[in-house]
């Protein structure tokens, strides 16, 4: 783990770095040295020359984008600290969650550098629910351990920490569970009009945590039973994009292909021409791996090109992505073992090279945010 010092000079360089942009996560262990760490960090931001905001959420009827985002703002500042979102979880729930989450592309394209301050048990439960808004953030989280000397507590260990608070997840993920189980079983009692006036707000509410709960738990015959009910229900077509990637990868988990198709399909019709979203990106891809499972190549690299079409577009306005040049990357090798396959080597060689000038391209860029 890093020290204190190098932890507020990366900081720091997120944060002041022209033309850097997207969100990142810290952790104090002693709340206490949180001021005088903020304070370090805004002087050297400030010494670039940087326009630095710090931000406190407020736990009210406010949305954390307009929050975030003010409307009307004059000079938005290029960067932000941001104070209080493990509050604002804690009174919004899974609803404050999910809106955070949803948010993840927004942090990312609004051409600032934002710093979420949270508790530890925040993170822990962002990486095992929102995992999506964990793995797409571009500053690696910095975690500052207490100040000692030699003769106090051992440095902080993430896994003692970890196995610490294992058990109360598995109580409150078993809580969960029940709730929401009882929720379905309650819906499944309802007459056929009550049903159908309920039916999107319980497929949002509690058919989709629940199959999320399941795999996380390692529950995958539960998961793929709720997921037959849904399809069953026709409920399938009233979740968004995301939803039905997120539960097309469920499928896929459970090694239901062809179940998994006709979510991706529904999500992939909702792309408008020339949408370039990740989502839709991400959707293709995963077309194109579900139709290599059938044993369809032509389609699985038709959907693979048209991946790789929206990535690359990304990718023009945003070269720091690195996640984004990390599917590009994949979906490369993909295509070259495809076409390796049919014996088409040139067309193989040429995305094979083309997966490894990424590669290089992403260690470079690696290197550069590391100088």
């Not at 104090?28 to 710090?54: A, S, T, W």
């Not at 929102?130 to 797409?136: K, R």
């Not at 996380?216 to 709720?226: D, K, R, S, T, V």
């Not at 097309?248 to 399909?265: D, N, S």
Request: charged content about 25%; hydrophobic content about 40%.
């Amino acid at each position: 783990m890093l020290d204190y010092e190098e932890n507020i000079r990366l900081i720091s360089r997120f944060l002041s770095r022209q033309g850097e942009y997207g969100y990142g996560f810290a952790v104090v262990l002693n709340e206490g040295e949180k001021d005088l760490i903020q304070e370090e960090i805004y002087k050297l931001v400030d010494f670039q020359g940087v326009p630095l905001k710090i931000v406190q959420l407020n736990t009210g009827n406010q949305s954390l984008l307009n929050q975030l985002f003010p409307a009307g703002e004059a000079s938005p500042a290029h960067a932000l600290i941001i104070n209080g979102l493990s509050d604002y979880l804690a009174v919004r729930g899974r609803e404050g969650l999910s809106e955070v989450n949803h948010l993840r592309e927004s942090l990312n394209h609004a051409n600032r550098a934002m710093l979420f301050w949270v508790d530890t048990i925040t993170l822990q439960e962002i990486a095992l629910k929102a995992g999506d808004l964990f793995s797409q953030r571009r500053f690696s989280t910095a975690i500052f351990e207490e100040k000692r000397t030699a003769d106090t507590l051992p440095a902080f260990n993430p896994k003692e920490f970890s196995d610490l608070i294992k058990p109360q997840l598995n109580a409150l993920q078993e809580q969960r569970k029940t709730f929401l189980e009882n929720k379905i079983e309650e819906f499944r009692q309802l007459s056929a009009l009550d049903m159908a006036q309920k039916a999107s707000t319980t497929y949002q509410e509690v058919f989709i945590p629940l199959v999320t709960l399941y795999l996380e738990i390692n529950e995958p015959g539960n998961a793929a039973e709720i997921l037959f009910e849904l399809a069953s229900r026709k409920l399938i077509s009233k979740g968004k994009p995301s939803q039905l990637l997120q539960l097309a990868e469920m499928m896929i988990r459970v090694e239901k292909y062809q179940e998994a198709l006709p979510l991706l399909k529904t999500a992939w019709k909702q792309k408008k021409i020339g949408a370039r979203e990740v989502i839709f990106g991400r959707v293709a891809r995963k077309m194109g791996d579900v139709y290599l499972q059938l044993d369809n190549q032509v389609q699985a690299i038709q959907y693979f090109k048209k991946s790789l079409v929206i990535f690359e577009s990304i990718n023009r306005s945003n070269p720091h992505w690195i996640d984004i040049q990390v599917e590009m990357s994949k979906i490369h090798n993909q295509l070259g073992d495809l076409f390796k396959a049919k014996k088409k080597n040139d067309l193989a060689t040429t995305h094979y090279q083309h997966g490894l000038r990424i590669r290089e391209d992403i260690a470079r860029i690696d290197q550069e945010l590391s100088n």
